[in-house]
């Protein structure tokens, strides 16, 4: 048995213990793992998913969402959640992902405690640990399990054992929530989200399979991969994604140069606003 089997092994044993659970599920790599071995342990009767509905989660997601748990033969429920009406989310300070996630989990665990579900899990993995993630705390303040990361199953191994289950998620790039395309200080709202939302939907229209649209107010920055580059400076591409961001009320469209980089926002904050 090598070492990414004997970590499932072990991941196995802990879904064992908790006999029923909620699988607070995104449709992404990590919750969609969780969720398929969640049933192959438990089976689909002792295994419920929930998916927070909020401008924060792009049309596509939730499409893709609805597909996983339809094909995992799970049942789906769509809670929506309130965290534009926090303040402090709005305000998107360094520790927004905190108070973004705690309105999310908080509104699965009550719907999961009304349907007598003792366990809430999210699909946090080992290398989460390493990464600045204030949602980190909020899955600990709530007291969330995390068996992905507790099996110190890493992104790597958890694409390995996708792969082995078929899943269709194996090899899908990362896409974390629309408000973590804003940048820092600037307030969080629904039109903001629609506009980053719609910029993504230029990009993967053109065939881009990997990137973000940064909000910097007026400016979009636009990541993709160092070897796509070229292919966004082509001169009918870059056309067609200056003339459509700028219908969506970006006033100038930059190219980061530095290529796609998953937190990149990250990098405006110092290790104080960080530890606060």
């Known amino acids: 048995m090598?070492?990414?089997?004997?970590?499932y092994d072990y991941l196995k044993k802990?879904?064992?213990?908790?006999?029923?659970?909620?699988?607070?599920?995104?449709?992404g790599v990590d919750s969609t793992f969780l969720l398929k071995s969640c049933v192959e342990t438990l089976g689909t009767e002792n295994v419920l998913a929930c998916i927070g509905i909020s401008p924060s989660l792009a049309q596509h997601q939730?499409?893709?969402?609805r597909e996983a748990a339809k094909l995992i033969g799970v049942e789906l429920i769509e809670l929506p959640l309130g965290e534009l009406e926090d303040p402090n989310y709005q305000a998107n300070k360094a520790d927004r992902?905190?108070?973004?996630?705690?309105?999310?989990?908080?509104?699965?665990?009550?719907y999961a405690k009304e349907r007598e579900i003792e366990h809430t899990l999210c699909g946090s993995n080992f290398d989460?640990?390493?990464?600045?993630?204030?949602?980190?705390?909020?899955?600990?303040?709530l007291g969330i399990k995390t068996p992905l990361m507790d099996a110190e199953l890493t992104k790597p191994d958890i694409r390995e054992l996708s792969r082995q289950f078929g899943l269709p998620t194996a090899e899908l790039p990362a896409s974390p929530c629309l408000a973590s395309r804003v940048a820092y200080g600037e307030s969080i709202t629904e039109e903001k989200l629609h506009q980053v939302e719609q910029a993504e939907a230029v990009l993967r229209s053109l065939g881009f399979v990997e990137f973000r649209v940064r909000h910097h107010g007026k400016i979009a920055r636009i990541e993709v991969p160092t070897v796509d580059i070229q292919k966004v400076v082509s001169e009918s591409v870059r056309q067609q994604i200056v003339e459509r961001m700028?219908?969506?009320?970006?006033?100038?469209?930059?190219?980061?140069?530095?290529?796609?980089?998953s937190g990149s926002l990250n990098e405006t904050l110092s290790e104080d606003e960080k530890l606060r």
């Not at 939730?62 to 969402?65: G, P, R, T």
């Open 97 to 110: 992902c905190f108070h973004c996630k705690s309105c999310q989990f908080r509104t699965i665990q009550e």
């Open 128 to 141: 989460d640990k390493d990464d600045y993630r204030p949602g980190n705390m909020a899955v600990k303040a």
């Open 14 to 27: 802990q879904l064992q213990a908790y006999g029923k659970v909620t699988v607070a599920f995104s449709g």
């Open 2 to 7: 090598n070492e990414t089997a004997q970590k």
């Open 62 to 65: 939730l499409e893709q969402a």
């Open 246 to 261: 700028k219908e969506l009320g970006f006033q100038y469209i930059s190219l980061d140069l530095q290529g796609f980089r």
